[in-house]
């Protein structure tokens, strides 16, 4: 499956939130181990190289980006991906970017942890949670 991962996903793993890393880090391993596609809003890049890089400093984030888009793929932005995103009924313009680019891949679902801010989203979301008990348990 093509998964858009949002950018709370990999701030998930990156900052060892106890809560959540291990779903998190559960999605982020199908994808390294090919049996899903993810797949990054090109703007996540920034969004996340932004907040890591002030706890985590420059290089370690660098390392940690370099090392993501070896295996995810990067969705380019475009006119057309903004016209869409500023067409999308979305309370949020930046959950409407990520949307837009996760359907400019063919993304089937959003990997988020903010499932409520895609309620409008043409792109069902699912947490790491749900996603892993709907298509790998048991």
Known sequence: MRLLLDSDILLDIALDRASFVESSEAILKLCQ???HLGILAWHTI???YYLLRKTEGDATTRVFLRDLI???AVARGSADA?????ELKMNDFEDALQVSAGLAEASQFIITRNTKHYRRSPLPPLTPQ???TRFHSG
């Open 33 to 35: 181990h090919r049996r």
């Open 130 to 132: 749900q996603f892993l």
């Open 82 to 86: 903004v016209r869409q995103a500023l």
């Open 70 to 72: 070896e295996f995810c």
């Open 46 to 48: 920034a969004n996340v």
